[in-house]
């Protein structure tokens, strides 16, 4: 990714590729990580999972600073033998939960769209926070 405190590996032709960054818990968070990662797919040649993945990174850094007071977000994308892993770490003890919004609200979607989305996605606790990461399938 680009920027940032973060590093960034350079893409191999074999084994893991990855990149990794921490945005400031605000508003223009979402829109970078999706930016970022999006140029980590374009460069690795995976464009197809372009949109899937923009639209999963938003939904997951938008939880993390909506539903806890964190103050960074930290998100990195992995190429793995068979498919992309993308993780999104605050420093939040809460797991998401799925919570089935009522039909009119506005909001409350988006762990939902994850599931839609990922063939797999889950969430860990940490020492220091939590983990939650989706995979995506790098064959079409």
Do not use: F
């Not at 806890?68 to 068979?82: K, N």
């Not at 799925?98 to 860990?124: C, I, K, M, N, Y």
């Amino acid at each position: 990714m680009t920027g940032g405190r973060g590093r960034a590996a350079a893409a191999q032709p074999t084994g893991p590729q990855w990149c990794i960054d921490r945005y400031v818990a605000c508003d223009t968070a979402p829109a970078r990580a999706r930016h970022d990662v999006q140029l980590s797919l374009r460069a690795w040649g995976l464009d197809h999972l372009v949109d899937d993945a923009r639209l999963i990174v938003s939904e997951l850094v938008t939880n993390a600073i909506r539903h806890t007071r964190t103050g960074a977000v930290g998100v990195s994308v992995t190429r793995l033998s068979g498919h992309v892993r993308i993780v999104v770490t605050d420093d939040s003890s809460t797991l998401p939960a799925r919570v089935p919004p009522a039909a009119d609200a506005e909001a409350g979607r988006g762990l939902q769209l994850v599931d839609q989305l990922a063939t797999r996605w889950g969430s860990q606790p940490l020492p220091t926070g939590k983990r939650v990461w989706a995979e995506l399938p790098t064959h079409g």
